[in-house]
């Protein structure tokens, strides 16, 4: 008789996978839609004033999705974390590293929607432009140690997959590839602020996040719906033709 434990379906598991996806989906629009152009960390304040003016509307829709990308990231990973604790030790340890850089991630991701916001309202009422450098470089630094967090959360939820034999092991070394640039763009957060070329070090590694997400949330979510059918008993009767 098999003491294997059935996977317990919960509400949260069942939404994991589908938060994962939106969450990837919210980002690519965040970034791709709302926030292209967006001026580079070293470029002249005259350009960043000329932007944050034109744009006023693109970067409020934008910081208004915040709210609801840091509920399903956390969602997300705290799934993939309940659900790594039925495979073992291991697989639930590097889950509790990721939960942990996942609200790093998302507390430092609501710090620059606060400083986006302060720099749209500053430039509509006519700050001194001291000010809006000022926090248009505090609003950089943040982004730049944002990587931080989503480093370790990559890195522990790569480790979740392979562990607990998840999504595919080639995927889950890219994403260490990935964590490991988004490291090295954090620890050069000063030279990121500069315009150093080490600021696509970093995005390459978010590039690998953006796969990664999407692909293992549908991948939960195949799981997830496997283990919500109904299981049949090893050792049930069966009934033959007479």
């Not at 008789?1 to 949260?12: E, F, G, H, K, W």
């Not at 000329?50 to 969602?75: C, M």
């Not at 607990?164 to 990121?192: D, E, M």
């Not at 999407?214 to 283990?227: D, G």
Request: proline share 4%; with cysteine.
């Amino acid at each position: 008789m098999s003491n294997a434990a059935v996977p317990v379906d919960t509400p949260l598991r069942r939404f994991a996978g589908w938060a994962g996806l939106g969450f990837a989906l919210l980002v690519l629009i965040q970034n791709g839609v709302l926030l292209v152009g967006v001026p580079l960390n070293d470029a002249p304040m005259a350009e960043i004033l000329s932007f944050y003016t034109d744009n006023a509307g693109r970067i409020t829709a934008a910081t208004a999705l915040v709210p609801i990308n840091v509920v399903l990231l956390l969602t997300f990973v705290a799934g993939v974390t309940s659900w790594a604790r039925e495979r073992s030790d291991a697989s639930l340890d590097w889950g509790r590293l990721g939960l942990g850089g996942a609200v790093l991630m998302a507390s430092t991701f609501l710090l620059t929607t606060v400083l986006q916001i302060a720099l749209v309202v500053l430039i509509d009422v006519g700050a001194d432009s001291s000010i809006i450098e000022l926090i248009w470089i505090v609003h950089a630094a943040a982004f730049a140690l944002n990587m931080t967090g989503l480093a370790v959360t990559l890195a522990g939820l790569a480790q979740v997959s392979r562990v607990s034999a998840l999504g595919p092991n080639w995927l889950n070394s890219v994403a260490l590839a990935g964590a490991l640039c988004l490291l090295i763009a954090a620890v050069f957060a000063k030279q990121t602020i500069d315009g150093s070329p080490v600021l696509f070090v970093g995005l390459a590694g978010f590039a690998t996040w953006l796969v990664w997400v999407p692909v293992n949330s549908i991948i939960l979510i195949r799981r997830q719906a496997r283990s919500s059918e109904p299981h049949t008993s090893a050792g049930s009767s069966q009934r033959h033709p007479r």
